[in-house]
């Protein structure tokens, strides 16, 4: 949950409305930037939910299982990374 409260805090002070005339690119790039958001906030979701998983008393033995969960927080994170990186690349 704090990852979201914390993106929700960035996106906040990123997406300010600026003083001036908007052009197309600056349109262009908020609606990439929406697009970006929306994929992080679905990873967030699924990150969580194998950390549920992870957790679960019932999976704790199941080490084949635990490891497959692992393996895909670890690209979910990843992404998330490489989809935040985006988006600060396209907010600048």
């Known amino acids: 949950m704090d990852d979201i409260s914390d993106y929700e805090d960035i996106l ?9 005339n908007k052009n197309k690119n600056s349109y262009d790039s908020n609606k990439k930037s929406r ?3 929306n994929q992080i906030n679905k990873l967030i979701v699924m ?7 992870m957790s679960s008393l019932e ?3 199941n ?5 497959e969960l692992s393996n ?3 690209d979910i994170k990843k992404e998330i990374s490489d989809l935040e990186n985006e988006w600060i690349d ?3």
């Open 72 to 74: 895909k927080y670890n």
């Open 59 to 61: 999976n704790i033995d």
């Open 90 to 92: 396209n907010s600048s």
């Open 12 to 20: 906040k002070d990123e997406l300010r409305p600026s003083k001036g």
């Open 35 to 37: 697009k970006i958001e």
């Open 47 to 53: 990150k969580e939910e194998l950390e549920e998983k």
């Open 63 to 67: 080490f084949q299982l635990l490891e």
